[in-house]
């Protein structure tokens, strides 16, 4: 058995630790103090380390880290990331056997050219670690690769189940309905995400994981063929409805938004 909890860390990061009563696993440990701090209040030993992509607050806790657990650090390997020992490609598999869960790695850029997800068919439900391609009721900012590329990942995570849990990088939820609210005032799945997450972070608790039908349901940039969407772009200039059209004003209204 095993269990996933957040550290958070920095401004608004979530540092994910896969563990039972001797072991951890943790996601994109951007500071190692927390990650520290945490193993000791445990009692329990790091055996690895999953990374999304390069971003610093992704990576920055990695090399203190290693230096104290010499683990190995899976990822895809890049020129300004040093610290991937283990570099997974596209389909290939990660074999967390302590827990007795195996992440299938998904190439999906968009943010960056080397983000990965790391997603557990196997476990129940479903698992997904997203790093900052999938938010709370949004999506990463486009910084490498093009628009095109980061509809194509999240139409690819939307595929997944819509039972699977979905651990992304940041506390963003909020800050992203008020932009989900804007594109699609009548959706009423939306206004009930914002009183929940309105309940939830006034209890000092996060508002992820999330659950993929969720995020289908009130998430603007997995609803890019939503009329109520589209009107929204429409009264802000948009003319071409393609989908990719609809995703790539969504993208650019919610970076000056």
């Not at 058995?1 to 994109?28: C, E, F, G, R």
């Not at 880290?65 to 020129?79: C, D, F, K, S, T």
């Not at 999906?108 to 938010?135: E, K, N, W």
């Not at 990463?140 to 095109?148: I, Y």
């Amino acid at each position: 058995m095993y269990k996933i909890t957040a550290i958070p860390a920095l401004q608004d990061n979530y540092i994910w630790a896969i563990h039972n009563d001797s072991q951890a696993v943790v996601v994109d440990p951007g500071d190692a103090a927390p990650v520290l701090a945490f193993l000791t209040e445990q009692n329990i030993t790091l055996t690895a380390i999953l990374c999304t992509h390069r971003h610093h607050d992704h990576i920055g806790g990695i090399e203190k880290l290693r230096a104290v657990y010499n683990v190995p650090v899976y990822g895809r390997r890049h020129q300004q990331n040093p610290h991937i020992s283990h570099d997974r490609q596209d389909g290939e598999q990660v074999i967390l056997d302590a827990f007795g869960l195996t992440f299938e790695v998904l190439a999906v850029p968009g943010h960056l050219d080397d983000h990965l997800a790391f997603f557990a068919a196997g476990a129940s439900p479903q698992i997904l670690f997203c790093g900052d391609v999938l938010f709370g009721a949004g999506c990463g900012r486009n910084f490498e690769g093009t628009v095109a590329q980061l509809h194509h990942s999240l139409q690819r995570l939307s595929r997944l189940p819509d039972t699977t849990l979905v651990y992304c990088a940041h506390e963003y939820t909020a800050s992203n309905l008020r932009f989900a609210a804007i594109c699609e005032p009548e959706n009423p799945a939306v206004q009930q995400r914002i009183a929940d997450t309105r309940q939830l972070r006034a209890a000092n608790l996060s508002t992820v994981p999330s659950t993929l039908r969720l995020e289908k349901a009130t998430n603007p940039f997995l609803r890019c063929t939503e009329p109520e969407i589209i009107n929204s772009l429409q009264r802000h200039g948009l003319r071409d409805t393609s989908e990719l059209a609809v995703f790539t004003a969504l993208r650019e209204w919610r970076d000056n938004f």
